[in-house]
């Protein structure tokens, strides 16, 4: 602290100290009759040596960096995606790195040829047509050619798979990745996050997890009996305080109400999935495997479906140089064929720890920076097989051997009756929208997401 304060003192008094001092300077050219800014011709000569000099110093720490620190923080890239993607990565920096050199030789160069000489005249030179079209036709051009191949390999990332690529979801969540994989059909089955959770069948002593909301038509079924039991556990917080058995505060109950409502509206749109999937949507389902790490054939193209539950995420592979965002609400897709497998790249980078990783590259809350998961290329289709028989490294994605009970109650479900805080709540509800009350509810829930 007093090494700070000293030191700040001396920055603040060196800081006046050259202030009066060009005062000073000021002060003499004046009794001298000289003009600020008459410079004699040996200072005029010495800031033009000294462009030359920056200019060089300039130039040659860029190459030193280059030399240094250019090739990179990464190993070679290990997918075909990646190799076009390093390879467009270099044009950019060959075309970048060359209109650096020739525009900075220019600006630096000129000041230092066409210094101040008193036997030397300026040419007016005010405007020239064929100039101006060089210097916006070329920069033009060479953009172009930039984005017309970004968007060729931009395409090859999110384009059309191949009919013999391997379809793999990768799901994320706060605050890690879950895979999984669509099985020997190549198919992955329906998903909906309505459906994802985990229900409880207190009676039978079952839990039936859903953590991707994966469609069949069990699995549906189990999603509307977990949304009853949530439901009439509200109800009966609700009914409790109609017969003064508890008491909550005006917020509470809003709340409470609130949620209902919503569990309702998810639960009515439940219902009516049952009639939107085929069995063929099952069979798709059944195959689909869950894995906590990422294994992949070397030569194999993959088509990945990327999906989030909760905030955006993003899907990197900084090995393959891929990329994508995981959006709610939303699939994207990334292709990739890895090209090295684990074993090669280890020997490749002379590092037998090494592994490939799959990180999150888009801040999603407290724990991102650990939202990883372990990546592994084997050589071949066998090995690959036994890693997924292996017990304990994969399980299916729907227990549906499970059968959700079959006493689930498919009615609507009916609103308890008004509590005597009354805001206009029950009754109205059954009529539908547009009720004052119900306009007011809405009002209510709206701010509560705030
Ligand atoms: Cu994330």
Known sequence: ??????????????????????????????IRGKREEDVDLRTNNINASLMMVFLLVFFGSLFYMMIEYGAGLMPVAAS??????????????????????FTNALLFGFAWKYA???????????????????????????????????????????????????????????????????????????ADYKLVGTAEDADRQMTYPNELGVVTKNSINWGIYRINSEISGLHSELEKEANGETVFSEAGLKTRIAK??????????????????????????????????????????YQFILRSQDVLHSAYFPHFRAQMNCVPGYRTTLRVKPTMTTQEMRDEVGDQEFNYILLCNKICGVSHYNMKMPVR??????????????????????????????????????????????????????????????????????????
């Open 1 to 30: 602290m007093g090494m700070k304060l000293v030191v700040l003192i001396v920055v603040v008094l060196a800081v006046i100290a050259v202030a009066q001092i060009m005062r000073v300077y000021e002060l003499s050219t004046q």
């Open 80 to 101: 075909e995606i990646g190799a076009d993607i390093d390879w467009l990565y270099a044009v950019n920096w060959w075309i970048v790195i060359a209109v650096f050199l």
């Open 260 to 301: 209902v409502e919503k569990l309702e509206r998810i639960r009515e749109r439940m219902l009516d999935m049952e009639g939107m999937y085929g069995d063929s949507i099952d069979a798709w389902a059944q195959d689909d495997f869950i894995t906590k790490e990422l294994v992949l054939i070397k030569g194999q193209e």
């Open 116 to 190: 101040y000489h008193p036997d030397k005249k300026a040419h007016w030179f005010p405007h020239d047509n064929k100039l101006e079209m060089i210097w916006t036709v070329v920069p033009a051009g060479v953009l172009a050619v930039i984005i017309i191949l970004g968007l060729m390999t931009w395409n090859k990332i999110t384009g059309e798979p191949s009919d013999d690529a391997m379809i793999v979801e990768i799901y994320g969540k706060q605050f890690n990745w879950t895979v999984r994989y669509s099985g020997d059909d190549n198919k992955l089955g329906y």
């Open 377 to 450: 290329v084997v050589a071949d289709s066998s090995e690959f097989m036994n890693w997924v028989t292996e017990a304990g490294n994969s399980y299916p994605a729907l227990a549906d051997t499970l059968l959700a009970p079959s006493t689930i109650d498919k009615k609507r479900m009916e609103m308890p009756a008004p509590a005597h805080h009354g805001d206009g709540h029950g009754d109205e509800h059954e009529e539908g929208h547009g009720e004052e009350g119900h306009d007011d509810e809405g009002h209510h829930e709206e701010n509560e997401h705030h």
